[in-house]
């Protein structure tokens, strides 16, 4: 078995305080028999449990939509352009060899778990598993770590399947991120893409929150030091020594990799050799350029332009007895590396684009005797671990990388030893075991604290015991909301704007769903009630012919059903009408900020006007509303009775004293008087709606009330104690 290369490897080998079984891909596909049984043994003892995939489902998913596509985007390299359609139906096949494999990892997964595991998912390959995971087992503790940077929201928003990948994410309890920036790009992308509400401790969905933090990874530092105490390595390090004497030595050691920046890195060299002949004897750059992807073209083409930068730059600055650039096409040994780290004075690591680079941690782990300087590149995680002792450059820019170069070597020993001091004690303060307690004491707590709040959120509603119920009560009230209760949710519109009445026609009860109350209003001793914000018109198109009470506008006006022999009473006011001449002034502000806003809407009903902004890009959205609540306060309704009420979307501006409890109160007062106080007492109550808090009293009514019917009725009693109260 080979160790593989890479800053996650290097990470995880020292983390060493759990019991840790890791689940992965062995590098090998064996076939069904006694080979693949020996093979999984052997690697069960090592406390490895493979997951076997097929060559196919190989190729398609780690080389195909995880590094052609994923690892692409989050590198900001764009995806692909194709010019046949076949080409396009690749990415279709990748997308279910992705989801396949990670289906493979889950069953993998749920035949080793025990109940208080902890799962700790590892990057882009696996950003579907926390979904598949918590399917089976809700309660699983479940983190995942992304070891790469993640884009901002306008390149990953280009991702075909963006929003199945970033829910199947949000399955996790606890997300996690090298930098601060990947994670608040992370929770822009959720809020500007799945409208998603993004807050300091991550996303929210519908009282469900995941957690998102950053927790920079490190290294073992220890495990460096010891390596450089054997007498195998002291021995290389004198031959090094004796090998390069009176040359300063700088050093780059990357996977052969276009975002790695070495073309820049030789570059800036050449450009430094030509502007200082005075050192063109007296530097080496040693690159260790380990290779990767072999068999894709664009690596061969990167491959090919390395060697010619450097066949170029040794020919021109060459001699027989010395030449300036040491390349090598391998990985070295651990040992070798450690050697070659103590022996260097400046580090060269200039990524284009990492989402750590450890590299920079390990150099600095080796130099205790050297305090070498290390040049590293404004696009690595690890510059805002590191910038404070290292020299941070843009790798695009070659002039000021050559400049850098002349500014190491040139550094004095003082600046040196204080910059190597400061970076020396963040590597060893901040360890890969570090990271990985810190990640797994956060998970643990973030699991503990959805718990809590699961206890505040009402649990299912038990089906059987509602029907039990609802078969021997006597007199029964169904209380149902309208909008996101019994009509479906309907998806953002493609178009720039969209008009209110566009976007309502697109909202429909479901056919299943209206022959169900249909039936259940015909039930004898069963009292129907729809009430909803809607206006009455769309209450009327939708339910005017069934035997059910509808309330309009948050109860401002309701509508008994027909009677007996199919009459049907005009709408009442429940109350006073409220005034409205505020409304006019209101609206203008309103259809102002909707042309403010793209994708924004305004509803005006008969008593209140509403701006929505649910469909508009949720930041810019939230940032309108702010100001459109300064204007509302300051303007048309600073002296008018009227209260705004703020939704998760949305701002509404209505009459003061308007509640959908105030408003159930008179309804079952005008119950009373239409069909009698016998027919309100009733022993079986369900009330169904949107879990919105604005509606909470609706709700909090049933625990019990006491109603005046009429002053020539006496007093009607109602205790609703034991209602079934149901959330959408």
């Given at each position: 078995m080979q160790v593989s290369a890479g800053g996650l490897v290097s990470a995880l080998m020292g983390v060493s305080n759990f019991k840790t079984m890791w689940v992965g891909w062995p590098g090998v596909y064996v076939e069904e028999g006694?080979?693949?049984?020996?093979?999984?043994?052997?690697?069960?003892?090592?406390?490895?449990?493979?997951?076997?995939?097929?060559?196919?489902?190989?190729?398609?998913?780690?080389?195909?939509?995880?590094?052609?596509?994923?690892?692409?985007?989050?590198?900001?390299?764009?995806?692909?352009?194709?010019?046949?359609?076949?080409?396009?139906?690749?990415?279709?096949?990748?997308w279910k060899a992705h989801q396949e494999a990670n289906r493979k990892f889950a069953e993998a997964v749920f035949d080793d778990y025990e109940e208080g595991d902890v799962v700790w998912c590892q990057d882009y390959h696996l950003m579907l598993l926390p979904a598949l995971l918590k399917a089976r087992y809700p309660k699983m503790k479940v983190g995942w770590f992304l070891h790469t940077p993640f884009p901002s929201s306008e390149i990953y928003r280009t991702l075909p399947v963006r929003e199945e990948v970033l829910r199947a994410v949000l399955k996790a309890d606890l997300i996690g991120f090298h930098t601060y920036d990947y994670a608040r790009h992370f929770v822009s992308a959720c809020t500007r893409i799945l409208g998603l509400e993004g807050t300091p401790e991550g996303v929210e969905d519908n009282g469900s929150l995941t957690r998102v933090a950053a927790f920079p990874i490190g290294i073992d530092p220890e495990r460096f030091q010891r390596a450089l105490e054997?007498?195998?390595?002291?021995?290389?390090?004198?031959?090094?020594?004796?090998?390069?004497?009176?040359?300063?030595?700088?050093?780059?050691?990357d996977r052969l990799d276009m975002i790695k920046g070495i073309p820049q890195?030789?570059?800036?060299?050449?450009?430094?050799?030509?502007?200082?002949?005075?050192?063109?004897?007296?530097?080496?750059?040693?690159?260790?350029?380990?290779?990767?992807?072999?068999?894709?073209?664009?690596?061969?083409?990167?491959?090919s332009m390395v060697h010619e930068i450097v066949g170029r730059i040794n020919g021109h600055y060459g001699t027989l007895t010395h030449v300036p650039i040491h390349h090598l096409d391998r990985q070295l040994s651990f040992h070798e590396l450690c050697a070659l780290y103590a022996i260097t004075d400046v580090a060269l690591v200039t990524s284009l684009r990492d989402g750590m680079n450890l590299v920079s941690y390990e150099y600095v782990a080796c130099q205790s005797d050297n305090a070498g300087v290390l040049i590293l590149s404004e696009f690595t995680g690890a510059s805002q671990s590191l910038g404070a002792g290292a020299i941070l450059v843009n790798p695009w820019n070659i002039t000021d990388l050559s400049a850098a170069i002349g500014d190491a070597l040139t550094m004095t020993e003082a600046e040196r030893r204080e910059r190597h001091r400061q970076n020396h004690m963040h590597i060893t303060i901040h360890t890969s075991q570090t990271w990985a307690e810190t990640f797994i004491s956060e998970l643990n707590d973030t699991h503990v604290e959805a718990e809590l709040r699961t206890k505040h959120i009402p649990p299912q509603l038990e089906m059987d015991c509602v029907l039990r119920d609802f078969t021997r009560s006597k007199q029964r009230l169904l209380v149902l909301g309208y909008n996101a209760t019994l009509t479906t949710a309907v998806e953002a519109p493609r178009q720039p704007k969209r008009h209110f009445d566009q976007i309502q026609a697109m909202t429909r009860v479901a056919p299943t769903v209206y022959n169900s109350i249909a039936s259940l209003s015909n039930e004898p001793n069963t009292t129907v009630v729809v009430f909803s914000g809607s206006d009455k018109a769309r209450l009327d198109e939708t339910f005017g012919n069934l035997n059910v009470w509808l309330a309009a506008e948050n109860g401002i006006f309701m509508r008994p059903p027909p009677d007996e022999v199919g009459d049907q009473e005009d709408w009442a006011t429940m109350g006073e009408v409220?005034?409205?001449?505020?409304?006019?002034?209101?609206?203008?502000?309103?259809?102002?900020?909707?042309?403010?806003?793209?994708?924004?809407?305004?509803?005006?009903?008969?008593?209140?006007?509403?701006?929505?902004?649910?469909?508009?890009?949720?930041?810019?959205?939230?940032?309108?509303?702010?100001?459109?609540?300064?204007h509302l306060w300051t303007g048309?309704?600073?002296?008018?009775?009227?209260?705004?009420?703020?939704?998760?979307?949305?701002?509404?501006?209505?009459?003061?004293?308007?509640?959908?409890?105030?408003?159930?109160?008179?309804?079952?007062?005008?119950?009373?008087?239409?069909?009698?106080?016998?027919?309100?007492?009733?022993?079986?109550?369900?009330?169904?709606?949107?879990?919105?808090?604005?509606?909470?009293?609706?709700?909090?009514?049933?625990?019990?009330?006491?109603?005046?019917?009429?002053?020539?009725?006496?007093?009607?009693?109602?205790?609703?104690?034991?209602a079934w109260i149901a959330f959408s």
């Open positions: 006694p080979d693949r049984d020996a093979l999984t043994e052997a690697l069960a003892r090592e406390n490895y449990l493979p997951v076997y995939l097929d060559p196919r489902t190989v190729d398609l998913h780690y080389n195909g939509f995880c590094n052609s596509v994923l690892w692409q985007l989050f590198h900001y390299i764009p995806l692909n352009l194709e010019s046949k359609l076949s080409d396009t139906r690749t990415l279709n096949f990748q054997r007498v195998d390595v002291r021995s290389h390090i004198a031959e090094l020594l004796n090998r390069y004497a009176g040359r300063k030595v700088m050093l780059g050691v890195k030789l570059l800036a060299f050449e450009e430094f050799l030509e502007e200082h002949p005075e050192w063109r004897d007296k530097v080496l750059l040693v690159q260790i350029a380990v290779p990767s992807r072999t068999d894709v073209p664009e690596y061969q083409k990167l491959r409220p005034k409205k001449e505020w409304m006019e002034s209101v609206q203008l502000v309103f259809d102002y900020f909707c042309e403010r806003t793209p994708r924004s809407f305004v509803e005006a009903r008969e008593t209140s006007v509403i701006w929505n902004y649910k469909y508009a890009d949720v930041e810019f959205g939230r940032l309108q509303a702010r100001d459109l609540l300064q048309p309704i600073s002296n008018a009775p009227v209260n705004i009420v703020q939704g998760s979307k949305s701002v509404e501006v209505r009459p003061v004293g308007i509640s959908k409890g105030l408003a159930m109160q008179r309804l079952l007062l005008a119950m009373a008087e239409r069909n009698g106080i016998e027919a309100c007492d009733f022993d079986f109550v369900m009330v169904a709606g949107h879990f919105l808090a604005r509606d909470e009293n609706i709700f909090t009514f049933f625990e019990g009330v006491q109603v005046k019917p009429a002053e020539n009725q006496g007093e009607l009693i109602l205790q609703y104690s034991g």
